[in-house]
Nanobody, 120 residues
Framework: QVQLVESGGGLVQPGGSLRLTCTAP????????MSWYRQAPGKQRELVAL???????NYADSVKGRFTISRDNAKNTVYLQMNSLKAEDTADYYCKLTLISDNYKYLEPWGQGTLVTVSS
């Protein structure tokens, strides 16, 4: 069982910025894809951004040009820099990793979620 630790959510005004962080505080053999999802009230969870082990990124159309995903492999950490935030970005944000644990198990753990609220 891999427990991911998320941080960085909060209340921000429209046009503001937040940086989310997700860390896997365990020994991991390999992390492949690192992703951020979000789920707004009454809506399905949706993919916001992902980054592969090779550094290739992909974004939802709704966040392109405003959000940036990055990773620090040495720290088992993925970041989501969110700029020019809008009210419609309000949601619970979840990180997800695909990884090989140090005992050679393939795992797809999720973070516990961090709430982002964009409001004036």
């Amino acid at each position: 069982q891999v427990q991911l630790v998320e941080s960085g959510g909060g209340l921000v005004q429209p046009g503001g910025s937040l940086r989310l962080t997700c860390t896997a505080p365990v020994s991991i053999l390999l992390i492949n894809t690192m992703s951020w999802y979000r789920q707004a009230p009454g809506k399905q969870r949706e993919l916001v951004a992902l980054i592969t082990s090779g550094g290739i990124t992909n974004y939802a159309d709704s966040v392109k040009g405003r959000f940036t995903i990055s990773r620090d492999n040495a720290k088992n950490t993925v970041y989501l820099q969110m700029n020019s935030l809008k009210a419609e970005d309000t949601a619970d944000y979840y990180c997800k990793l695909t990884l090989i644990s140090d005992n050679y198990k393939y795992l797809e753990p999720w973070g516990q979620g961090t709430l982002v609220t964009v409001s004036s």
